[in-house]
């Protein structure tokens, strides 16, 4: 679930952190650029690790600070595929069943991934699983909090670099008798921010802690 993993980067120390020991600026400055920050294709950055190499340290014209370039380990959640992962129920939605594990809310189990048969209560706003007994079919719900145990089937990473504004169509001259009037203005579609980095998954058998309570 949690790798070690090792990074380079240059790390920029203002004036008034320099009565502090290097490392100790230095760790703190990492913190802040990289913890609870997704590196793409690396995956969710925890804390510093440890600091292995540091070069060294310049100060450039017209910047009073020092720039020093260090090589660390940094603690990354990033689990394997098939990895068994215990978390909470966060919420569900007709796109499935939405987990978190307190520090991570990014993953998903989609209703195909769900115990069998499924279906989504869009009263409740709820998966539940009917499950079969002797006695017949019984509803267990997925309830919000509940805790589930599930299997990693896929990550997807999402690069949220910044882009360059979209380049704009050259007009054309205007005809003779043609209005010259500015054309309206459209209102862009509002884009449905998207996670950097989201895990999918399966239910393990039995998955919830559904069936210790039918039975008790």
Known sequence: MFVVVEMVDTVRIP???FQRQLNDAIAEELNKKLANKVVYKVGLCICLYDITK???SYIFPGDGASHTKVHFRYVVFHPFLDEILVGKIKYCSQEGVHVTMGFFDDIL???EALQQPAKFDETELVWLWEYETDEGAHDLYMDQGEEIRFRVTEEIFLDTSPTGPATAKPEAPAQP?????PPPVEEEPVQK???PYTLQGTICEPGLGLLSWWNS
């Open 15 to 17: 004036p008034w952190n």
């Open 54 to 56: 540091l070069e060294d």
């Open 193 to 195: 921010k998207e996670a």
């Open 109 to 111: 189990i989609p209703p």
């Open 177 to 181: 008798g043609q209005s010259t009037a």
